[in-house]
């Protein structure tokens, strides 16, 4: 798995004040004096509110930042509480998360999620692209009919396939404790890089997993070779937690 360029994604979700930021030291001088440098990829996702503070700390480095979040609206408009993808981009981000089971849980659709990424996508931000199975629909056997469905109609008709990232979250995993069977991240992995390379015409598809990823299950999740890395919840927030993460990763 470490012989490629693997990303290790924060998703900060609804966490952090300025202060908060002091904790990037810790993950700023890892990046930096790390031998595997060159190999890993960071970029931190925190809410809106820190968007603006993480893009300037950050800017000397090679940490990047991305948005956890975006209106389906390319333009300005009247939706209270809405940021849309150029507003984002306008603070220098690079990365947006989208399709993130707790936005699907609240209502959106795959169509809502497909013009999203066009959003994205035309304002030049790089999606991360959440897909991922039920506990309900896992016991009936249908997650590979669920992820297809999902990769189908969350990228009909998008043709900039270089500047997205699939992030496999199954949601029965998230903040749970729990994580699939190795050999069933495995085989889902290569399902859903064959699909994208096949039936969408993705050339070397990244696909990252995602769901209670923390320093005790990293060592069975590191062996899942076919994976590009890793969306980090919870354990992003803490740097300790966060580096070690990725130390356990390389070694």
């Not at 300025?18 to 595997?36: A, E, M, R």
């Not at 609240?106 to 497909?114: C, P, Q």
């Not at 013009?115 to 790089?126: Q, R, T, Y």
Request: proline share 3%.
């Amino acid at each position: 798995m470490t012989n490629k360029l693997i990303y290790f994604i924060a998703n900060w979700k609804m966490f952090g004040h300025l202060n908060s930021l002091k904790s990037l030291d810790k993950v700023i001088y890892f990046q930096k004096k790390n031998k595997n440098a060159k190999k890993l990829k960071i970029i931190y996702c925190p809410p809106f509110t820190l968007l603006d503070a993480f893009v300037r700390k950050l800017k000397k480095t090679k940490i990047k930042t991305g948005a956890q979040n975006c209106s389906f609206q390319s333009n300005y408009g009247p939706p209270t509480g809405s940021i849309n993808a150029m507003m984002i981009k306008s603070l220098k981000c690079e990365y947006v998360i989208l399709g993130h089971s707790e936005k699907r849980s609240k209502g959106e659709n795959d169509k809502i999620i497909n013009k999203k990424i066009f959003s994205a996508l035309k304002n030049n931000l790089k999606v991360i692209f959440c897909i991922g199975e039920t506990s309900t629909q896992k016991r009936k056997k249908l997650t590979k009919k669920v992820l297809y469905n999902q990769l189908n109609n969350g990228l009909k008709n998008i043709k900039n396939k270089k500047n997205i990232i699939i992030a496999y979250e199954p949601v029965w995993s998230i903040g749970s404790g729990l994580i699939p069977k190795i050999e069933d991240l495995n085989n889902t992995t290569e399902i859903i890089k064959m699909f994208l390379t096949s039936k969408m015409k993705f050339k070397n598809p990244k696909v990252l997993y995602g769901g209670s990823v923390n320093p005790k299950n990293i060592t069975l999740l590191r062996k899942v070779t076919n994976l590009d890395g890793f969306l980090i919840g919870g354990s992003s927030q803490n740097s300790n937690k966060f580096i070690d993460i990725i130390k356990k990763t390389f070694n």
